[in-house]
């Protein structure tokens, strides 16, 4: 036991962070990320306004006669965060890697143990209590660890996925968890580790008839699955309808309607962080400073914001892409597509669901939405996607070095 332990002390502590890995650290990509979770201190604090008669003049004076506990909780989550990354890329992602079965292991026995948790908001078992009123979802964190246990699988195989059999091994390793997490139950967080999966499946270059195959089954059970939702009466069934149909559920489709009609009155410039008469300061968007965030940056600061917000998401999808592609290791690179998976679901399906483009779901906005496991996941993704691009360029670094030394010599 303690020879194991001593192998694993020794093989962290040759794969820690040292000071000349900053000369490799992904500036852009951290800078995006650090302006996007900025601006949402300010939308949460436009969020959870109050109603007011008249405009503040002054920023002091807003400060003053509005509450900021939400907005000053989102910045110590932000800069909890920045700690969680740096602490993630201490160790080389290869050391992760290589403990990834015990990772996982790990997962399912929390996911396992909250179950027994006392119900929490919204009726689920998915929520550990620490504090007053405070809460961690240990499913916000399981999703770093199914990146990196898929990641390890498919970056130790020789060839892609070929069989059906294959498929069916390798996707255990993500049914077991999304069962765990749908017993919660928490629907939303489970379609994320799909996503998650769905996206490695097809970078890993498996075959397209397999990837076919299997959507034809996903359709053949979604259909009895909907008239058995029909027939229990089920509220995500009347989620979906309500998206299908919304003039039919006028008192489910109201957090919808309301959240397009912020949207809308935010006009091109917006209203303002404070101003009269909005949604945000009114409460007629629930969640608004959760799930509902988009509605509220449109609001305040009209379609320009909205479209900056959107064009933020685009640029670090597509750094994040092109980062992937540029990293030779294997493991390296299906890390990356792994959060750029986890980031993808949750920016489309979060925008969809506030313009009605997609049932609601409960899927936060990331870098945005209010939330401390929300924010520490995605702030740990990006450790994991830093610790694999500056590794990657101090090895290719290192490389070039070696034959002009010896041309030298």
Not at 223 to 235: E, H, M, V
Not at 330 to 341: C, E, F, H, K, T
Request: aromatic fraction near 12%.
């Amino acid at each position: 036991m303690f020879k194991w332990i001593r192998t694993l002390v020794h093989y962290l502590r040759t794969r820690r962070f040292n000071r000349e890995m900053f000369r490799y650290f992904d500036w852009p990509l951290f800078l995006l990320v650090i302006a996007i979770s900025l601006f949402s201190v300010v939308c949460i604090f436009s969020a959870t306004t109050t109603s007011v008669t008249e405009e503040p003049a002054t920023i002091m004076e807003m400060l003053e006669t509005q509450p900021t506990s939400f907005a000053r909780l989102q910045f110590f989550w932000l800069l909890a965060g920045i700690v969680a990354m740096f602490a993630v890329m201490y160790f080389s992602y290869e050391a992760y890697g290589r403990y990834a079965r015990w990772i996982f292991i790990g997962n399912l026995a929390i996911l396992v143990f909250v179950l027994g948790t006392e119900a929490g908001r919204g009726g689920m078992t998915a929520f550990f209590q620490w504090g007053q009123n405070r809460t961690f979802q240990p499913s916000e964190l399981g999703k770093v660890a199914i990146i990196i246990s898929l990641a390890k699988l498919l970056a130790a195989r020789k060839t892609p996925i070929s069989t059906v059999r294959e498929l069916v091994a390798f996707g255990m390793h993500v049914a077991v968890p999304v069962v765990l997490i749908v017993a919660q139950p928490d629907f939303g967080t489970a379609l994320v580790y799909l996503a998650i999966f769905c996206v490695l499946v097809l970078v890993s270059g498996t075959n397209y008839k397999l990837i076919l195959g299997a959507l034809a089954v996903v359709v053949l059970v979604a259909i009895p699955g909907w008239y058995l939702l029909n027939s229990i009466g089920s509220f995500r069934l009347t989620r979906i309808l309500m998206w299908l149909h919304p003039e039919d559920y006028p008192d489910d489709a109201r957090q919808v309607i309301n959240a397009q009609i912020a949207i809308g009155s935010g006009g091109m410039w917006g209203k303002g962080i404070v101003s009269v008469g909005s949604f945000a300061s009114l409460g007629y968007i629930s969640d608004d400073h959760t799930d509902f965030i988009f509605a509220i940056v449109c609001e305040s600061f009209g379609f320009v914001g909205g479209f900056a917000l959107v064009l933020a998401y685009v640029l670090l999808l597509l750094r994040l892409a092109r980062l992937a592609v540029k990293v030779e290791d294997p493991l390296g690179s299906y890390i990356i597509s792994g959060v750029l998976a986890m980031y993808l679901f949750h920016i489309v399906e979060n925008i969809c669901m506030v313009l009605g483009l997609l049932p609601v779901t409960g899927i936060p906005l990331p870098f945005m939405s209010y939330g401390g496991s929300n924010m520490l996941t995605n702030m740990m993704g990006l450790g994991l996607v830093m610790n694999v691009v500056m590794r990657d360029r101090q090895k290719k670094n290192q490389l070039r070095e070696t034959p002009a030394r010896a041309s030298r010599i």
